[in-house]
């Protein structure tokens, strides 16, 4: 019978290796400056190309974080975190643990752009790098309120704010906020409307559930609010989706998305004209996409302020639009 090396085999003979956990092993300083650190290996132990990485680090390192409403309440949210660096050529690899302890260390602030400054601060000097991002992503609660009937409901908004300090000293901060919304078609409502004059045949335009993603910069020194987001948006749109609704406030949301026919290049110059008009706002890109329930396809499109060096209309993923 041949030996077992990590169980004991059938003929009683056993194991090579014994196996077993010492739960009662303290490790003392001593022994843990004893232990080898890969940050220390040589330059020959780095493996492939001799070449810095733009990005590395962490993705979806899940906490509870606070964060502040416009109203002033404080909401303590799930949170998914990603927190990246740079890496130069000549180095094997980061510590990814003391991103996590970083951000530990401050865990109990209430989330602000000055917040994930001072995190990424921490980052630059921990890991000894030139250039760090952070971004966190929530699902962001507002109670609306229905359209005729006096309900009011939980509406859950994807959120995400970001971070990023560069190497020449500047830190600049991200939003990302997805707005869903209905879209009745104006070339189908038309042709719904001729055939009821021409033929008095009754039809019904198509409409479908629509998704704008916002990604904006916030000017240095400025406060944008994700109620100010949503605001913006709802001006904009009109037609959000609804949370609580009774016969009345269908029949209102029928009427709504008559009033407020748009086209996907509508929504998105609709949403243009709103952001545009926001000082507080340096930059954004706009990305809407109509899931047709005339095609079995989608129909998007992507808009931007313009602003030179800042964000471009080269946003494709629009299969992350889905809602």
Known sequence: MKPMYLHNSSCGQPAKTQRSYDRKFRATPAYVASMPDMMRAAHDAIQGANVPIQQVGIHNFRLPLKYRTKAGKILTLETSVTGTVSLEAELKGINMSRIMRSFYDHKEG????????RI?????????????????KFNYPML???????????QFYDVA????MTRDGRYRRFMHFDFVYSSACPCSAELAEHARDVRGAYSVP??????????????????????DIHAHCLAALQTETQ??????????????NGAYLKFVE????LLYKEFDADDRIVDFRIACSHLESLHSHDAVSVICKGVKGGFTADFMDFGSLLC
């Open 161 to 164: 704010f970001e971070g990023v």
């Open 243 to 256: 949370v609580m609704v009774k016969r009345e406030d269908e029949q209102a949301f029928a009427e709504l």
């Open 110 to 117: 209430v989330i602000t752009g000055e917040w994930m400054g």
């Open 120 to 136: 990424l601060k921490a980052y630059l000097r921990k890991v000894e790098t030139k250039d760090a991002r952070l971004k966190v």
């Open 144 to 154: 609306r309120p229905s359209l005729r009937s006096d309900l009011a409901g939980w």
């Open 266 to 269: 509508d929504a998105a110059r």
């Open 206 to 227: 198509h409409s479908q559930r629509s998704k704008a993603r916002i990604c904006l910069e916030a000017a240095e020194g400025r406060k944008i609010w994700i109620e």
